[in-house]
């Protein structure tokens, strides 16, 4: 196998992040270097994500160095069709339907890995399950079939930072660290795929996400549980209580501005006091999708504005609003470093 030079000095800023267009040319180029273990960032539905070969243990270990990424922290497997997902792990007649109901889409599922799948241990971080994906954009389907293999794919952004909706988060993460960027315009869904474990009989919700728990449950004709063990530790190893972190400082359900202190607003009412040069409304019209596409976005701009700390109005938590509830969170919380 040859790994050429993108991935030689992960990490180092030591090569120059080649921009890619998105046509033929460009995601066969993607697909040429992900083959070779480089490292390539795309766009999915979610959010663009940062591609390494997954079977490939040199390209996996670039990826988490570019990333930051502590290495005890799984990474999603990503296909270009459901039938290349079955092959990856075992899937119960549970899993099975789930797939078959929202593949391809905004769901990772985490079922037991397949004997002799060809991802590798540090991918799965020594687990024994695998996160398994099949995104719905056209371009990442193009990008994993000219591959032609399981790509490892998180977030394509500075392990804890904010997620990336457009290549130019991309670029302003990872410039210098990684091989080659498509850019595929923003994201449509701007949150990250929700993850479900089918381990056994049960399906637990690891992490909510693009597709809204009411819709899985409508499938399921059941509630799900929730992901945690009997020590409550989260069961998906990268749910860190601060993630998805802007610089500046975030508090939340705020409904009066401080002087000074940039918004971010939701809906039409905008708390008391916010300025509106330090304001950003997620949907002006309380729109949860609109507002979860915008998310990610809104906190980069809004931390690049001076301001003396960033306050966000409160989100409703149904449907995608528990995706946008629970990054806020995050987003605000103490940051660990790790
Ligand atoms: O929308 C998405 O899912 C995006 C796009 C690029 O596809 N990817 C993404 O990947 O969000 P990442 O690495 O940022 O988040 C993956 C999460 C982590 O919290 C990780 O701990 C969890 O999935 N995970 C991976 N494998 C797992 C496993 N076997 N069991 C439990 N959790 C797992
Ligand atoms: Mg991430």
């Not at 267009?21 to 070779?36: F, I, K, N, P, V």
């Not at 040069?277 to 809104?298: F, K």
């Not at 701009?301 to 995050?330: F, I, K, W, Y």
Request: proline share 9%.
């Amino acid at each position: 196998m040859t790994v050429n030079h993108p991935t030689q000095a992960p990490g180092s800023g030591a090569c120059e992040t080649v921009q890619l267009a998105s046509d033929a040319a460009g995601t066969a180029e993607a697909g040429r270097l992900l083959a070779q273990g480089a490292l390539v960032a795309f766009p999915t539905e979610t959010v663009y994500g940062l591609g390494a070969d997954a079977t490939n243990p040199v390209a996996v270990a670039a990826l988490y160095a570019a990333k930051g990424r502590p290495a005890f922290n799984p990474l999603i497997a990503h296909v270009g069709s459901v039938a290349e997902a079955l092959k990856l792990g075992r899937f119960s007649p549970l899993a099975r339907k789930l797939a078959e109901a929202f593949w391809p889409g905004p769901l990772t599922l985490v079922v037991p890995l397949a004997a002799d799948g060809p991802v590798c241990e540090l991918a799965r971080a020594g687990l024994q399950s695998l996160a398994i994906r099949v995104p719905d954009h056209p371009i990442a389907k193009a990008i994993l079939d000219a591959a032609g293999r399981p790509i490892a794919a998180p977030s394509a952004n500075r392990s804890g930072h904010v997620s990336p909706s457009t290549a130019a988060h991309v670029r302003s993460d990872l410039e210098g660290r990684i091989a080659a960027i498509l850019d595929g315009g923003p994201t449509s869904v701007g949150v990250e795929s929700t993850i479900l474990a089918v381990l056994d009989d049960e399906v637990a919700m690891l992490r909510p996400g693009g597709l809204a728990r009411d819709a899985i449950e409508a499938v399921l004709g059941r509630p799900l549980a929730e992901g945690r063990d009997a020590g409550s530790a989260p069961l998906a190893p990268g749910r860190l209580a601060s993630h998805y972190a802007p610089d500046h400082a975030l508090r939340l359900n705020a409904t009066r501005i401080a002087p000074g202190e940039a918004c971010l607003a939701f809906g039409p009412v905008v708390p008391k006091g916010a300025d509106p040069a330090l304001t950003i409304n997620l949907s002006q019209t309380g729109d949860l999708a609109e507002a979860a596409a915008n998310l990610y976005a809104s906190l980069r701009a809004l931390d690049a504005l001076p301001s003396n700390g960033m306050a966000a109005a409160s989100v409703p938590r149904h449907g995608l609003g528990e995706a946008l509830n629970d990054r806020l969170q995050r987003a605000a919380a103490p940051r660990v470093v790790i």
